[in-house]
Nanobody
């Protein structure tokens, strides 16, 4: 059974930091691409960042470039999202997702597996 277990969300003041983790169980994610998405209240789910675990290439939404860093530990089957200098606009439920292959599309439908989401709340 494939499971993506996201954790690390919480309440933080603007300017603070959080690190999200996503542990993948059920397959070895080397060769997959792992994405982080978020959904704010009343808004559509949007792509935040993605990493191609085989190549190590990374991608970021313009809104988080320079503040968020995605990384992976293939030995632990875990992907991380380090979020620094958080803004109230970053408040959302964050989801990790997985797709086979080296590309990082923004289309949600391209991703085969999803985690349960972890809530990030940034206060002003």
């Amino acid at each position: 059974e494939v499971q993506l277990q996201a954790s690390g969300g919480g309440l933080v003041q603007a300017g603070g930091s959080l690190r999200l983790s996503c542990v993948v169980k059920g397959f070895t994610f080397d060769g997959w691409s792992m994405g982080w998405f978020r959904q704010a209240p009343g808004k559509e789910r949007e792509g935040v960042s993605c990493i191609s675990t085989g190549y190590g290439s990374t991608h970021y939404a313009d809104s988080v470039k320079g503040r968020f860093t995605i990384s992976s530990d293939n030995a632990k089957n875990t992907v991380y999202l380090q979020m620094d200098n958080l803004e109230p606009e970053d408040t959302a439920v964050y989801y990790c997702a997985a797709k086979w292959g080296t590309t990082c599309p923004t289309l949600i439908s391209e991703y085969s597996y999803w985690g349960q989401g972890t809530l990030v709340t940034v206060s002003s």
